[in-house]
């Protein structure tokens, strides 16, 4: 059965970092290509990067690239996104998810399960 717990969140002034990580269970993690998502306060979840299985191939949002990395760990079964020049709309809760990457961009996640999330707030 399928289980993600995302950690690492928690409370930073703007212009901090941040690393969050993202453990997976339950499946062939080295099988899917994995995701971050975001939900801001009264928002829709939103995309923020997405790697594929070997993490030779990334996908950001506009509103983060060359702030924010994805990175992952096969070995651990953990993908992780570090988070540099934090501004107070990257406050959020953050997920993270399978998704599907087609010709090199972010398609859709797969399935319908989500784990709790993580909080990151960011103060100005």
């Known amino acids: 059965q399928l289980q993600l717990v995302e950690s690492g969140g928690g409370l930073v002034q703007a212009g901090g970092s941040l690393r969050l990580s993202c453990a997976a269970s339950?499946?062939?993690?080295?099988?899917?290509?994995m995701g971050w998502f975001r939900q801001a306060p009264g928002k829709e979840r939103e995309f923020v990067a997405a790697?594929?299985?070997?993490?030779?191939?990334?996908h950001y949002v506009d509103s983060v690239k060359g702030r924010f990395t994805i990175s992952r760990d096969n070995a651990k079964s953990t993908v992780y996104l570090q988070m540099n020049s934090l501004k107070p709309e990257d406050t959020a809760v953050y997920y993270c998810?399978?998704?599907?990457?087609?010709?090199?961009?972010?398609?859709?996640?797969?399935?319908?399960?989500w784990g709790q999330g993580t909080q990151v707030t960011v103060s100005s």
């Open positions: 998810n399978r998704v599907i990457i087609r010709e090199g961009t972010y398609y859709r996640t797969l399935g319908d399960y």
């Open positions: 339950g499946i062939t993690f080295r099988s899917y290509a």
């Open positions: 790697i594929n299985w070997s993490a030779d191939n990334t």
